[in-house]
């Protein structure tokens, strides 16, 4: 981004919406709502949100200009020595107090001469603001930084959350303690730097590695909601927290793919080498260009290969520029690297993989009859019969497998989860489909659980009264697991 654009940040009564407006170029002004998470351009100001404010009745500010390094505020002066310019102003509702930066963000008070220092820029900020019922003081920075601070008493505050808008189209925002929400793949931007000692090099960790533990948008919202009180936030989302000063102790495995040999018949083998750095390994997986290509029966790994293994993987190669990316997950934090692999001469068109198709569709609940659906079981079977005709089209073959009220195999949840291992022959030239039709719902972290056939009232009412544990219900974690699905920001199933 350009920063050198003259930019302000704008802010709701509470301080939730938020605008940066591009004064120079209004078509590349956003907007952000802590509310849903929404980010995106907004030109026309949709929202309608108010400046910064900058001179209030009754108070006169002079020396405020670049060349002039001694701010006076009603005839006083702010400091007692040269070198403060005097940047901008944000004031206090209803008070004749504000908060002002030069490089450093202070407090002061026409009032009583009250003076305190807040904090120091680290990104260097642009504009400031304070929302309209002097809840949130707001800062703009370079790099795209959000930040929003706890006013308390109008004259200090703490800070509550952080973002960064990474491009038109990801972004991430973050607590203190490392929890985060993000866009689909912004926490693959933005990381920890873990020094391991003066004679060791540092390493450095993607949030998307720890997405397991610290991807948390109820958490955040909650954080926001309670202004920063954290023991509040913890306490309404519930679960379990892991202190980020032990990062180390569960950091991902090490990986190191070797160079590539040569290509032989659109496929290359690679040669990797994998140590653990904490916990033992579970299982491993290859891409090439985003598509996976280890079949779920090859991911597991077992014995000494939980603590290192060296091994030669076989990679399709179908584009002339390829990336390669090797994940191996541990249970808790995932190892990631990657390499660029490019192709020379002609490359072959691949041959038709298998499709995969699991069908699950639910119309009766005997637990809960007056929950019962129509047409939820038709089209699971409509789309399986669809599917196999295509069979000598599209496919090499088609491979279909129906559960609903109408077939053999009834669609309850013991029956379900033994079916999601239908997929398992499946490579990275095959295409997978599960399609899941009934009733889905979900709890208050955002967690979607599927219902099936056998699922009870109990369970959906403990959902909503915050209760974690569902016996009769799928949550997306199991399919997830099983389909090795590492992103599901925004994406229920």
Known sequence: RDTDDDREIQASHDGRTVRIHNKSHPSKSVTISLDS????????????????RSHPLGVTIENTGEDELHPVVNGQYVFSS?????????????????????????????????RSFLFESEFGLESLTISGDGTFFITLSSYDIIEWYHIINGRQVEKVLTMRIIDDNEWIAWTDDGYY?????????????????????SDYYSARQFERIFYRPDYVRAVVKHHGDVEKARAEVGGEFFDIADLRSIAPARIEIKAPGSVMANTVKVDIQ????????????AYVNGIPTTPTRHRILSGADRERFSKTVTLPLNAKNNEVRIEVF????????????????????????DLYLLSIGVNAFPNMPEADLEYAAKDAEVLATTFKKKERGLFR????????????????????LAALDFIKPATGNDTVILFLASHG????????????????????????????????????????KRYDIRQAKGCYL
């Open 37 to 52: 998470f929404e980010y995106g351009p907004d030109p026309q100001n949709r929202h309608t949100l108010p400046s910064p």
């Open 82 to 114: 040269y070198g403060y310019t005097l940047g901008e102003i944000a004031f206090y509702p209803g008070s004749t107090d504000w908060f002002f930066f030069s490089g450093s963000v202070y407090a002061y008070s026409s009032k009583d001469g009250y």
């Open 181 to 201: 929400t993000s866009s689909a793949n912004g926490d693959g931007k933005v990381g920890w730097i873990v020094n391991s000692g003066i004679d060791t090099r």
């Open 274 to 285: 994998v140590d653990k750095r904490s916990l033992p390994m579970t299982d491993i997986a």
């Open 330 to 353: 541990n249970g808790t934090s995932m190892g990631v690297a990657t390499r660029q692999i490019d192709r020379k001469g002609v490359i072959r068109k691949p041959k038709k993989g």
């Open 397 to 416: 073959r088609v491979h279909v497998k129906t559960l609903s009220d109408g077939s053999r195999t009834q669609p309850t949840r013991k029956n379900i």
């Open 441 to 480: 719902l979900s709890d208050k972290a955002g967690n979607y659980y599927f219902v099936p056939r056998d699922a009870r009232y109990a369970d959906i009412q403990g959902l909503f009264k915050g209760v974690a544990h569902a016996p009769s219900l799928i949550s997306w974690e199991v399919v997830s």
